[in-house]
């Protein structure tokens, strides 16, 4: 198998199952840290799929493998990370899908050296998606079931309650979804120069029903996610060539 030119990150076994299900070709899985690596072709593009494990440190720890893996072999142009969110825009439905714009992890909070609320020291305030991707990803053909939106992803490690989403929504207006990874993965590509896409369904609404809607709706999401990622492989690789070529 040929080095892959897209890696697709995702925390649980349940959010990379769709990708094993419709992958041509999955290679043996093999730990690398605490994540799980498995090489496989997914509509005839060579590809790796990553289970990270769940938070932010296990999700920046996997990318940070991956890329180093890729700058050893030429592999991997594009990260993607897919799987399930909670919804926290107003417009935002269980079954739909949030492509993220921009990533913010809430959790830094170093204003008392005068850095902004989710900035983290000597870091950006926020990581913005390059628009050539954002561009694709709309390009492609849509899930048949579910809105897709576009805007900022925020990232926390603590599970978002109804009283928590009123507060990441007052202090970071636009924010349509909520995870323990993206603005991790974010992060790390940021500091490695390598493109970087969330593309996430929406698996509950942040509420009093949150937990018990996750159970319940978490492959549906998962299967969301993967649909939008597959449908728009080609369309963000291309993309990413053009970018590269224009550099």
Do not use: W
């Not at 935002?92 to 949030?98: A, C, F, Q, S, T």
């Amino acid at each position: 198998m040929s080095a892959p030119e897209l890696a697709i990150l995702a925390a649980m076994d349940d959010e990379l199952a769709p990708f094993i299900e419709r992958a041509e070709n999955v290679g043996p899985a093999r730990q690398v840290g605490n994540a799980v690596h498995r090489d496989a072709v997914l509509g005839g593009r060579p590809v790796v799929l990553v289970q990270t494990g769940i938070g932010l440190v296990n999700a920046a720890g996997a990318a940070t493998a991956v890329i180093l893996k890729a700058q050893r072999d030429g592999g991997v142009s594009l990260i993607i990370s897919a799987g399930t969110a909670g919804g926290l825009g107003a417009e935002v439905r269980v079954g739909d899908v949030v492509v993220g714009t921009d990533y913010i992890n809430v959790d830094a909070d170093a204003r008392a050296f005068g850095y902004v609320l989710g900035q983290v020291p000597r870091m950006p305030a926020s990581y913005p998606a390059a628009h050539y991707l954002t561009d694709a990803v709309f390009s492609a053909p849509r899930p048949r079931t579910g809105a897709v939106h576009q805007g900022l992803i925020v990232s926390s490690y603590g599970f978002v309650t109804q009283e928590r989403a009123t507060r990441i929504t007052g202090d970071f207006p636009g924010a349509l979804a909520t995870d323990m990874e993206s603005s991790a993965i974010a992060q790390t590509c940021h500091v490695y120069g390598v493109p970087f896409l969330s593309i996430r369904g929406i698996s509950d609404l942040c509420g009093p029903a949150a937990n018990d809607d996750f159970l319940d709706q978490v492959d549906d999401a998962a299967t969301q996610s993967a649909t939008m990622v597959l449908s728009a492989i080609d369309a963000l690789l291309l993309s990413v060539a053009r970018a590269d070529t224009s550099a």
